[in-house]
T-cell receptor, first 114, second 114 residues
Framework: DTEVTQTPKHLVMGMTNKKSLKCEQHMGHRAMYWYKQKAKKPPELMFV???????INESVPSRFSPECPNSSLLNLHLHALQPEDSALYLC?????????????FGDGTRLSIL | AQSVTQLDSQVPVFEEAPVELRCNYSSSVSVYLFWYVQYPNQGLQLLLKYLSGSTLVKGINGFEAEFNKSQTSFHLRKPSVHISDTAEYFCAVSGEGGSYIPTFGRGTSLIVHP
């Protein structure tokens, strides 16, 4: 059983839609991450939150908008996505943001853009 | 900049045979090393980590890895694989730069045949 829960598991949306991905963890972790993963590729970091504040934005297009309402929740708001944004979106958390901190991943949301 | 090289994109092996998945890293500072496994339609799961101390690290599911600083390697081994070990395996390194974000290798697909 994964300790990081992501909803929905699958999402199909048109290029003009607005949708949100949700991630939740109850391990008391203070760092949370969003990754994008294409098939047969490693995860690519998108955003990092540390103590509910945006710590890293890896030059992600503004059509992706992260939000961290509290220490347990992480959202990713989607708007006007492109077909190349179709991918598996993974959320992860770690106790703190630090080099020695292993990350705990959710099972992801598989996103398809029509 | 830190980097990770997973030399094999795919490793086929028969059930109950031993396996080694190779990982080499490059970094100008001390590093922390991780192996993650990704089963189909799931997120990444931590197999094991090297932070300091003993260079032989034991992980879950019977896997182990050896940190070799002189050869900048962190190869993953299992003495006898099962069908259920079929998955994608990612080596990751962190420690360089202020962001402490891990760099993932491209992944190795382990395929266990009956």
């Amino acid at each position: 059983d994964t300790e990081v829960t992501q909803t929905p598991k699958h999402l199909v949306m048109g290029m003009t839609n607005k949708k949100s991905l949700k991630c939740e963890q109850h391990m008391g972790h203070r760092a949370m991450y969003w990754y994008k993963q294409k098939a047969k590729k490693p995860p690519e970091l998108m955003f990092v939150y540390s103590y509910e504040k945006l710590s890293i934005n890896e030059s992600v297009p503004s059509r992706f908008s992260p939000e961290c309402p509290n220490s347990s929740l992480l959202n990713l708001h989607l708007h006007a996505l492109q077909p190349e944004d179709s991918a598996l979106y993974l959320c992860a958390s770690s106790q703190l943001q630090g080099a020695a901190q292993p990350q705990h991943f959710g099972d992801g949301t598989r996103l398809s853009i029509l | 900049a830190q980097s990770v090289t997973q030399l094999d994109s795919q490793v086929p092996v028969f059930e109950e045979a031993p396996v080694e998945l190779r990982c080499n890293y490059s970094s100008s500072v001390s590093v922390y090393l991780f192996w993650y496994v990704q089963y189909p339609n799931q997120g990444l799961q931590l197999l094991l980590k090297y932070l300091s101390g003993s260079t032989l690290v034991k992980g879950i599911n019977g896997f182990e890895a050896e940190f070799n600083k002189s050869q900048t390697s962190f190869h993953l081994r299992k003495p006898s694989v099962h069908i259920s070990d079929t998955a994608e395996y990612f080596c990751a390194v962190s420690g360089e730069g202020g962001s402490y974000i891990p760099t993932f290798g491209r992944g190795t697909s382990l395929i266990v045949h009956p």
